[in-house]
């Protein structure tokens, strides 16, 4: 600083117009902050209803009262991420600087050595995002304002709607369209519905699989049929959006695609699964219809070469499952110099703290597209005061410092992690002939 401007700065200080309690915040504000160390983790884990198997990390520091909150939350390994957080990764984050969020990223990437995994990215970003909140609360600021800002008023949200028959769906759109949503996503009954052969119908093997049985054939039918008959009911204003949950051979998967694009959708969403993206390539020679993927992403070489390469138009991945809103951040850079837009994945066992990290990179970045919503019943809102609130299709957080949430550890300690059923959940979709369809 140039003498100048030192002394103009000491003058101001000293001058009787400022108040004093204000002359002590400025002092402090110039001279920056005291040094911090992380002192404890605490590794929370709650099943507060529903599909919930929450994991949160809570990141004290050396300053009486100062911590953050991050999502390490993961419906099918909870047990096992939050085993992993307690014996592995605290004892490397005790001791350590919060300020220090970058070189905390890049420490906690290599410190197993095997990178890239699903359970690593939990902690990762567990960690990432409680040292943000950290850094907001001691600034006095929301976490977008240390990102650069708002470049939007509020984060647009796309709906769920859902109906086992065109009539069904009808409802669900319209209820949607009056809250105020723009955006909204169609399923005819869930994962793969419209493509499923009911059970012990069909031409089945002798002995074996009798259950609902998914047919690519009767889907690739049906799914355009869906949206004729919406965009006759609706008309082209409302966004529509699909998720196809890779159930589709790579051939269909184009077929598809290609059959859809007359109806204008704002995407399609998982047409291919991870394994197949090469694909994508394909779908691009034939057809204009907009690529959604991402969901299942956990290596960056996955979604990369998607990027770079402009083979999708939004990138799904789950702020939580991929390193935080630092990993985020960099995501969205990639994709604004590409030409791709965000679209962060929510889902309904996701939890109040991974969709505040999503809201505040969102609110910030320049490539930002659309957000999925989620929204949790009032018992939530009380455990952790601070969750955001969607209305009219918009989603706000609460403009407190830091992530702006907290979490009642009493109210989550009443609902202890609860054991998944045993046997199949809801990842295991099979064919007519008893064999595994991918999700
Ligand atoms: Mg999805």
Redesign the pocket.
């Known amino acids: 600083m140039s003498l100048t401007r030192r002394s103009l700065l000491s003058t101001l200080l000293a001058s009787p117009l400022i108040p004093a309690h204000v002359q002590a915040q400025l002092a402090q504000r110039t001279r920056g902050l005291p040094k911090l160390t992380i002192k404890d983790v605490k590794v929370i884990t709650t099943s507060p209803g529903g599909r919930y198997q929450w994991v949160f990390v809570k990141v004290i520091t050396s300053e009486p009262g100062l911590y953050g909150l991050g999502s390490a939350s993961n419906v099918q390994q909870a047990a096992a991420v939050a085993n992993a957080i307690e014996t592995f990764y605290k004892p490397g984050w005790i001791g350590k600087d919060p300020d220090r969020i970058e070189d905390l990223w890049q420490y906690t990437h290599v410190r197993p050595y095997w990178r890239n995994s699903t359970i690593q990215n939990n902690a990762q970003s567990a960690l990432d995002v409680a040292l943000w909140d950290i850094k907001g609360k001691r600034a006095g600021m929301p976490v977008y304002e240390l990102l650069g800002g708002k470049a939007r008023d509020a984060v647009p949200l796309y709906a769920h709607a859902d109906g086992k028959d065109f009539q069904a769906l009808d409802e669900s759109v319209k209820k949607y369209i009056d809250e105020g949503y723009r955006h909204i996503r169609v399923q005819l009954g869930g994962y793969g519905g419209g493509g499923f052969v009911a059970p012990g119908q069909g031409s089945r093997p002798r002995e074996g699989f009798k259950a609902q049985a998914f047919d690519e054939d009767i889907y690739v039918e049906t799914i355009p049929q869906m949206f004729e008959h919406l965009r006759v009911k609706f008309g082209k204003e409302v966004k529509l959006l699909h998720?196809v949950?890779e159930h589709l051979s790579p051939a269909m998967a184009v077929e598809l695609s290609k059959r859809v694009e007359p109806y204008r959708l704002f995407f399609l969403?998982?047409v291919l699964p991870p394994e197949q993206i090469s694909w994508f390539k394909n779908i691009r020679q034939v057809t204009t219809t907009p690529m959604a993927m991402g969901?299942l992403n956990v290596n960056p070489h996955e979604w990369v070469p998607l990027i770079t390469d402009r083979l999708i138009d939004f990138v799904?991945n789950r702020v939580s499952q991929t390193g935080g809103i630092t990993a985020a951040k960099k995501t969205a850079a990639l994709c604004e110099t590409h030409g791709v837009r965000t679209a962060w994945?929510e889902?309904g066992d996701n939890d109040p703290i991974n969709q505040l990290a999503s809201y505040h990179v969102d609110l910030n970045i320049t490539s930002f597209g659309i957000q999925e919503e989620n929204h949790f019943p009032d018992m939530i809102h009380e455990m952790m005061p601070g969750t955001a609130k969607l209305i009219g299709g918009y989603l706000y957080g609460s403009d407190n410092p830091g992530l702006g949430i907290d979490l009642n550890e009493q109210l989550a300690a009443k609902w202890p992690l609860v054991p998944l059923p045993k046997g199949d959940i809801w990842t295991t979709v099979r064919g007519i002939d008893g064999s595994i369809v991918k999700p």
């Open positions: 998720d949950h969403e998982d969901e799904r994945q889902g």
